[in-house]
T-cell receptor
Framework: DTEVTQTPKHLVMGMTNKKSLKCEQHMGHRAMYWYKQKAKKPPELMFVYSYEKLSINESVPSRFSPECPNSSLLNLHLHALQPEDSALYLC?????????????????FGPGTRLLVL | GQQLNQSPQSMFIQEGEDVSMNCTSSSIFNTWLWYKQDPGEGPVLLIALYKAGELTSNGRLTAQFGITRKDSFLNISASIPSDVGIYFCAGQRRYGGSQGNLIFGKGTKLSVKP
């Protein structure tokens, strides 16, 4: 099973709203990722969690706040977004490689949440 | 951010035709991945390549990890209508014990010939 699920599938929000995107995987992966994808562009990395700790933040504005409550769940809290934040938000997971050890960090993506900010 | 050179940007296919696309980089990668993305959906992993020179098939799809570790190609044989979509290559490096971030190509859009 290589399934990553995301909810909701679609989300419309105003610039003053607070909402959250959710991601879940049950593959036992200990690395989880948030990406943002604009139309006709490749995904852009936003955040990486490794063993439930934030390991990479790609200079993302603070109006995006990630959270990893446990090894299976990843949330992205949204507050005071701008219309240019409208995009497809993708979650992915992989098994992180232990230092010096073998392992393939192949990332599996969820179906995404289509976000529209009005 | 950094991107791979993926070509062609777009192509039209007729059912039954073979299709070829490739990615090149100025630096080496330890892993090459090929994903397909349908409109409004997330990328789906097609093939993962882990060794230089590796040639791997998945049904009608064949991909190779270039011997220099700076390129990869994907071939689709006998294309069918459901092959339309956007194909992304992605390279991945290793930095010590940390996970490697994916570097994506800009994508190849496959459409059906009018």
């Amino acid at each position: 099973d290589t399934e990553v699920t995301q909810t909701p599938k679609h989300l419309v929000m105003g610039m003053t709203n607070k909402k959250s995107l959710k991601c879940e995987q049950h593959m036992g992966h200990r690395a989880m990722y948030w990406y943002k994808q604009k139309a006709k562009k490749p995904p852009e990395l936003m955040f990486v969690y490794s063993y439930e700790k934030l390991s990479i933040n790609e200079s993302v504005p603070s109006r995006f706040s990630p959270e990893c409550p446990n090894s299976s769940l990843l949330n992205l809290h949204l507050h005071a977004l701008q219309p240019e934040d409208s995009a497809l938000y993708l979650c992915a997971s992989s098994q992180p490689r232990l230092a010096g050890g073998p392992g393939r960090e192949t990332q599996y993506f969820g179906p995404g949440t289509r976000l529209l900010v009005l | 951010g950094q991107q791979l050179n993926q070509s062609p940007q777009s192509m039209f296919i007729q059912e039954g035709e073979d299709v070829s696309m490739n990615c090149t980089s100025s630096s080496i990668f330890n892993t090459w991945l090929w994903y397909k993305q349908d409109p409004g959906e997330g990328p789906v992993l097609l093939i993962a390549l882990y060794k230089a020179g590796e040639l791997t098939s998945n049904g009608r799809l064949t991909a190779q990890f270039g011997i220099t570790r700076k390129d990869s190609f994907l071939n689709i044989s006998a294309s069918i209508p459901s092959d339309v979509g956007i194909y992304f290559c992605a390279g991945q490096r290793r930095y010590g014990g940390s996970q490697g971030n994916l570097i994506f190509g800009k994508g190849t859009k496959l459409s059906v010939k009018p």
